[in-house]
Structures are given as structure tokens and as C-alpha cells.
């Protein structure tokens, strides 16, 4: 059974930058593209981006494209997702997802981002 | 990019009730339309995909239709269970979610 581990809560200072990992267990990443989605508190879903691990092209929501980077590492089945200059608009759940067609199959835990000085 | 009008935003209804819920994308997806189901603290469950097809272990009375443009997503008999937030997800060009439903109960 595939599943995704995600690493733990994080309080980040504005301004800073933090990254999170995701690592695929069950399969190897490179079956996959590698996804992830940002939830507000109370909000609705966000699709941030994806990257193919097999080559490492990324593709990102238009309103992400210079706050969010993806990279994977194929060695040890996990993909990252790093966030720039971050605020209070960044506060959020991130999770992140695998698709082989047009939609997310498995999902990861989330993790929660906390941004506050 | 494309963007996806999903209604109603909310929704109260009763056990058994049979509730339909709609998505509008902006240009042509073809069936390129899934469903999630999200309870509080939880992750989102993939109900549906390619419009119509039922992911493993969603139950029968769970069912999806459309193409092109607009896509429905309906539970027939509503169970306690099902009271949660509904999202559409289309996944044709780049990907985007509906805004959610909410389900209550009445």
C-alpha cells in the first residue's frame, strides 16, 4: 500500500522560508507526480503545483509560481516543497498528493505551517 | 487557467434526503472532473474520478455525471456519515478545486 509521509508542524518567523518533505513509501516516486495542496484554517483547497520526479519538471498555480519550489529526491523517495518570504497568508495545512491521471490518488497526513513573529 | 464555479456554497438536508450538488468549468474538461469528500481535521477522500467512475469503497450511493462543462455529484440517500464538505477537483488543464460544499444536517 502506497503511503505518504509527511514531515512535522512547523512556526516559521515572516519573512523566513521553510521546507517540507514528503516521503513515499509502498512505491517507488517515480510511478507517480508528486503534488501538493494548501488549506487556510476553514478554508477550501488550493493546488500549488507538481513535479515528475522522473525528470523533475514542475508546474505551478499561477499565484504560487514565486512562492513555491518543488524539487524530489529519487534516492530517498521524497519530494519537498519549499516556501519563500513567508506571512500570515501562509498560514496554512499543506498536503501533499500523487496523481497518475487527473486526480490525487494517495495523500499525505498534512502538516501545519504557522507563520507568527 | 481554468476556474471552476462550484454550487451551492452550503447545504442543510435530512437523513435520507437525496442532494445534488454542481460544478461549471470555464471552458471545456472533457471528464476530467473528480470528487472529494473532507471531514473536519481530515484529509480529502477521493470519491469519484473521470465524472462518473466510483473509487474503490465508495459506496453505490454515491454518483456522478457530466462532461464538458458542467458535472453533478449526487447522494442519493443521505447517511450520518455523509454530512462533510464536498470539493470538485478538475484535472484537465493544470488543476483546480471547487470552492466546497458544505453538507449540514437539517
Not at chain 2, 19 to 29: G, H, Y
Not at chain 2, 58 to 70: A, I, M, Q
Request: neutral net charge; glycine residues 8%.
Amino acid at each position: 500500500e502506497v503511503q505518504l509521509q509527511q514531515s512535522g508542524a512547523e512556526l516559521v518567523r515572516p519573512g523566513t522560508s521553510v521546507k517540507l518533505s514528503c516521503k513515499v513509501s509502498g512505491d517507488t516516486i517515480t510511478a507517480y507526480y508528486m503534488h501538493f495542496v494548501k488549506q487556510r484554517p476553514g478554508q477550501g483547497l488550493e493546488w500549488i503545483g507538481r513535479i515528475d520526479p522522473e525528470d523533475d519538471s514542475t508546474k505551478y498555480a499561477e499565484k504560487f509560481k514565486n512562492k513555491a519550489t518543488l524539487t524530489a529526491d529519487t534516492s530517498s523517495n521524497t519530494a519537498y516543497l519549499k516556501l519563500s518570504s513567508l506571512t500570515s497568508e501562509d498560514t496554512a495545512t499543506y498536503f501533499c498528493t500523487t496523481s497518475l491521471g487527473a486526480h490525487f490518488d494517495y495523500w499525505g497526513q498534512g502538516v501545519m505551517v504557522t507563520v507568527s513573529s | 487557467a481554468i476556474q471552476v464555479t462550484q454550487s451551492p456554497t452550503s447545504l442543510s438536508a435530512s437523513l435520507g434526503d437525496r442532494v445534488t450538488l454542481t460544478c461549471r468549468a470555464s471552458q471545456d474538461i472533457n471528464n476530467k472532473m473528480a470528487w472529494y469528500q473532507q471531514k473536519p481535521g481530515e484529509v480529502p477522500q477521493l470519491l469519484i474520478y473521470y465524472a462518473s467512475t466510483l473509487q474503490s469503497g465508495t459506496p453505490s450511493r454515491f454518483s456522478g455525471s457530466g462532461s464538458g462543462t458542467d458535472f453533478s455529484f449526487t447522494i442519493s440517500h443521505l447517511q450520518s456519515e455523509d454530512f462533510a464538505t464536498y470539493y470538485c477537483l478538475q484535472g484537465y488543464s493544470l488543476y483546480t478545486f471547487g470552492a466546497g460544499t458544505k453538507l449540514e444536517l437539517k
